[in-house]
């Protein structure tokens, strides 16, 4: 009645109408508010306790079918096209069993570069079976910077107060810092070799000679020496050099596919854990 008349009191009258004038008509507050429901939720019936809307086999579908339809579609779209609450959608895409990732961003690979990687794979597998101690005398070598004013870990560096203290950690602009090199096998490591300025071919060739000083007659004789592809690494004085001890056993620029990951293993555990161990107690 209230949304053909626009009237509170057409309303009351058509109440007194339909169900005697023995019984008050709602108040004008009254029909407001129920109108209001209505319009919100479609229905005057109370929603059941917690507020949660109600979650039927056919919402949990309605939505996992939405999202698989479009799985890069956002809550706030979800929740636009099925009327439900973002809440209520998250819900129901939680008992569809749908988890919302996050892109990794990782290098753009061409086309051809996945198969020089399937090639490269199968060649390095057939390798290690014609050669199954070669990793014995594989040196993995990389470089890294270790800040003088120690490290701050923002993800796990917290302050418990009942104010915020506003605690701050300051870095100098130009922070004093010191250069490593390790080169690492499986039987051992060599290192650290120290420095403390930019690595252009002299500085680099004298890191690497210290380093050929360490290796024995076997080592020199089997190795292979695998390092990065940065311009002091593969300069022509660097690589001749290089070359004069281990000839074609170097693994650094050439059969190496293009935009790899270089996952070595000072990347993925030398670092981490030697760093880890110097600024365990903030030093």
Not at 94 to 118: F, I
Request: glycine letters at 4%; one cysteine or more; hydrophobic letters at 35%.
């Amino acid at each position: 009645v209230l949304e053909e008349t626009d009237s509170i009191q057409a309303c009351q009258e058509q109440f007194v109408e339909r169900f005697g004038d023995n019984r008050h008509p709602p108040s004008k507050s009254t029909i407001w508010a129920l109108a209001k429901k209505l319009e919100t939720h479609g229905t005057l019936l109370d929603r059941h306790a917690g507020g949660r809307e109600q979650m039927t086999q056919e919402t949990i579908t309605n939505v996992k079918d939405r999202l698989l339809a479009s799985p890069s579609k956002s809550l706030r779209r979800l929740s636009q096209e099925t009327g439900m609450s973002k809440s209520s959608c998250q819900r129901a895409a939680k008992k569809a069993k749908l988890h919302a990732y996050r892109y990794t961003v990782v290098h753009e690979l061409k086309e051809s570069d996945k198969v020089k990687r399937v090639r490269y794979c199968q060649h390095f597998q057939t390798f290690l079976q014609d050669n199954p101690t070669i990793l014995d005398y594989a040196w993995f070598t990389d470089e890294a910077w270790f800040h003088l004013s120690g490290y701050i870990n923002n993800q796990n560096s917290r302050v418990w107060a009942s104010e915020n203290p506003h605690m701050i950690h300051e870095e100098p602009l130009h922070s004093a810092k010191i250069g490593v090199w390790c080169a690492i096998s499986r039987r051992r490591i060599i290192g650290p070799i120290f420095f403390n300025t930019t690595v252009a071919t002299n500085e680099y060739l004298e890191i690497f000679n210290t380093f050929v000083n360490q290796l024995d007659d076997q080592e020199l004789s089997m190795g292979y020496f695998q390092q990065d592809g940065v311009t002091c690494h593969t300069s022509n004085a660097s690589m001749t050099e290089i070359q004069s001890f281990f000839g074609d056993r170097v693994i650094s620029k050439g059969l190496w596919p293009p935009r790899s990951p270089d996952l070595t293993i000072p990347d993925f555990f030398l670092w981490g854990h030697l760093k880890g161990t110097v600024y365990n107690n903030e030093p």
